[in-house]
């Protein structure tokens, strides 16, 4: 697959699914919806169906909802601002929503087909702390430190967890429930603890969907860990990547296979889903602030300061992605 197609599905799917999700909500509390678009620019097909039209447009970076009353004065009762701020709300976070159910549904498909590690060891490690403590192959690891243990990433956690320090391994060896004190140590190469097997790979339903939630659980905690970095004055503006550098990530990712197509579009989504809830106006998060402020007060904001706070954020992000263009994506390829 080619790194350009790769790209261009992954955006269409991340933000398509993400407007499909404020189009659904709409529908479902009875806002007016005009339009729903595939696609940017011209119009290469339409049909209009009920109230709504349907367009396919030539360019296939994204698509967009089009609500009676959201960016205009409207008396239609069922316009945007004319139905109660509750299903304002519900509309405007339908679409981070849908991102992370698709991060979701993405990682389940990784694990689910892949498999993922278990709790029985499959192999341990000569002269590691696990071989140590006697630890030998078909031990079913079920609690680090009295905390169950159903899968290699619970037992990784829990690890991680202790910091170093020993553990207690509550081992299931022939039906038979035995104790482990045991020092994990420290890996270099993995840069966490260890204490030195592999387990046996498994399948199943309910296990790959609890991991797919962590695993995006792990992704959203790695992009606030940013705004930690922030505000501990640790981050600099090289850490993140602007379109140019993000299409090259989705490039390089998808040019590998389709499961790692499938991996990289959990990761965008779960990043788009995020950001768009900074509260910052023309992001979902910031109309999503200003409809809280709404039900706080009584009534909106006027239109003209809300046209004003917009078309401010709108600036920040557009300044921000050229800074990020020009010095971090077009700096790396010119290195």
């Avoid at 595939?38 to 970076?61: C, D, N, W």
């Avoid at 020009?326 to 700096?331: A, E, K, V």
Wanted: charged residues 20%.
């Amino acid at each position: 697959m080619s790194a350009l197609i790769g790209s261009i599905i992954v955006f269409l799917l991340v933000v398509l699914l993400h407007e499909f999700g404020h189009f659904s909500v709409a529908k479902l509390v009875g806002i007016k919806v005009n339009e729903f678009s595939v696609g940017m620019g011209p119009k290469i097909f339409q049909k209009t169906k009920g109230e709504t039209k349907y367009s396919l447009r030539a360019l296939p970076i994204g698509g967009f909802v089009a609500m009676e009353g959201e960016d205009e004065e409207s008396f239609d009762p069922r316009s945007f601002n004319n139905v109660s701020v509750f299903k304002r709300m519900a509309v405007v976070l339908a679409g981070v929503t849908m991102n992370f159910i698709l991060a979701i549904f993405c990682f389940f498909i990784l694990f689910y087909f892949i498999g993922f590690g278990s709790n029985i060891i499959d192999t341990v490690i000569k002269d590691s702390p696990a071989d140590a403590a006697g630890l030998t192959k078909g031990d079913k690891i079920v609690g680090v430190n009295y905390v169950r243990t159903d899968n290699l990433n619970d037992i990784v956690e829990e690890i991680s967890k202790n910091n170093g320090k020993e553990l207690n391994l509550n081992i299931l060896r022939n039906n038979e429930s035995i104790n482990k004190k045991i020092m994990p140590k420290f890996s270099k190469e993995e840069n966490r603890y260890i204490i030195g097997f592999s387990s046996t790979r498994q399948r199943s339903f309910l296990g790959s969907f609890s991991l797919a939630f962590k695993q995006t659980g792990e992704v959203v905690k790695a992009i606030f860990s940013v705004f930690s970095l922030i505000r501990d004055g640790k981050f600099t503006s090289d850490m993140i990547s602007g379109p140019i550098g993000v299409i090259s990530i989705i490039g390089q990712e998808t040019s590998k296979g389709f499961l790692y197509l499938v991996q990289i579009l959990a990761i965008i989504s779960a990043n788009l889903g995020v950001m768009n809830l900074i509260p910052i106006p023309g992001l979902d998060g910031g109309k999503f602030f200003l409809l809280i402020i709404e039900s706080i007060r009584g009534k909106a904001i006027s239109e003209k300061l809300e046209m004003k706070l917009t078309m401010i954020g709108y600036g920040i992000l557009l300044t921000l992605m050229i800074y990020v263009t020009i010095f971090n994506d077009l700096g790396r390829l010119f290195k």
